[in-house]
């Protein structure tokens, strides 16, 4: 029997706010978070780039204690995020809480500035990189550390599916639960890739915009790099029903595929098949009570593919 997954904590480390209710602030005020700014490596290689870095946030990544002090900055976001979801949730962990508890953290690159450092390191001081910079890149970092942290002893493991990592986290998260293989986890994501290395690479591809993101707009010319975290706290119904819980939402459907064609250049096919399995997938009978979260990275190729699907899908 499959069971019922709802949301009961959320969390967030953004350009826009930095936890959940500067967050939604931001959101209610249409802010953006898109500022100039140059990033250098070494004394002389640079670039200025139009970006949505996070600021101000070094008292609390001093406070997240030495084992994290020492970790990459996309793993120190999620568990900023964490953090917060899990006060959000009001939730205790005790041992039988952490033993039926998952992790799954995504990211779509890891450990960027730890790259750029190491190489640094290596190619222009003749140094080695730091002793620990593998387990500072590997994708499922955050997760580990949330694991030891929180002592969740259930799944923990990284996704890495480019923009599409946080909601495959969300949904395949759900699926453990739903099917018996965890009562509680945290789901999300985390990117920290604002550094001369990612960046320049970025712009190697011709797809950054020169002043601002715009999607769905006939003036759009690219997306921008920003930085960031997510993370919910997901738990079987009747659990968090038991606890008092402040339920948020339920997750009611999730789908995934792929078109199997490009993978700079979307398929209409593909995206509309995605949205079909969701709503086969849904456990309410109203398709009708819809909320799009559009990719929407305001480039001359997705946009248009997007707008497509979701009309395929439910008409224009």
């Keep these: 029997m499959t069971r019922n997954v709802v949301v009961t904590g959320m969390g967030v480390v953004s350009p826009i706010g930095a936890d959940l209710g500067a967050f939604w602030d931001g959101l209610s005020s249409g802010q953006n978070g898109i500022i100039n ?87 222009r001081r003749g140094k080695r990189p730091h002793p620990l910079s593998i387990l ?60 001369f290395g990612a960046l320049t690479t970025w712009k190697a591809m011709h797809i950054l915009a020169s002043e601002t993101c715009r999607p769905f707009s006939k003036n759009r010319n690219g997306l921008v790099i920003g930085e960031g975290a997510g993370v919910l706290v997901l738990e079987e119904e009747e659990r968090a029903r038991k606890r008092g819980a402040n339920i948020v939402a339920r997750l009611a459907g999730f789908g995934m595929n792929a078109d199997g064609k490009d993978m700079i250049n979307p398929e209409v096919d593909g995206a509309a098949g995605a949205i079909r399995l969701a709503l086969g997938d849904m456990t309410i009978n109203d398709p009708s009570a819809v909320y799009i979260n559009a990719h929407g990275t305001g480039t001359l190729l997705n946009d248009p593919t997007e707008t497509k699907a979701v009309r395929e899908v439910f008409g224009a």
Excluded: W
């Design 37 to 123: 700014r140059e990033y250098t490596l070494g004394d002389d290689l640079s670039i200025t780039l139009p970006t949505a870095p996070i600021d101000g946030l070094d008292e609390r990544l001093n406070n997240l204690g030495r084992e994290l002090s020492r970790a990459d900055r996309f793993s120190q976001l999620a568990v900023l995020a964490a953090d917060e979801a899990i006060a959000n949730a009001g939730l205790e962990i005790d041992d039988e809480t952490g033993a039926r508890m998952a992790c799954i953290i995504g990211t779509g690159i890891g450990g960027q500035a730890t790259f750029d450092h190491g190489y640094e390191q290596m190619l």
């Design 136 to 195: 500072k890149i590997i994708t499922n970092a955050p997760a580990s550390h949330m694991s030891i942290r929180y002592g969740a002893r259930g799944p923990a493991f990284a996704i890495s599916s480019a923009c599409a990592t946080g909601a495959h986290s969300i949904g395949v998260c759900a699926d453990i639960i739903r099917h018996g293989g965890a009562d509680v986890a945290l789901a999300g994501a985390s990117e920290a890739v604002l550094t």
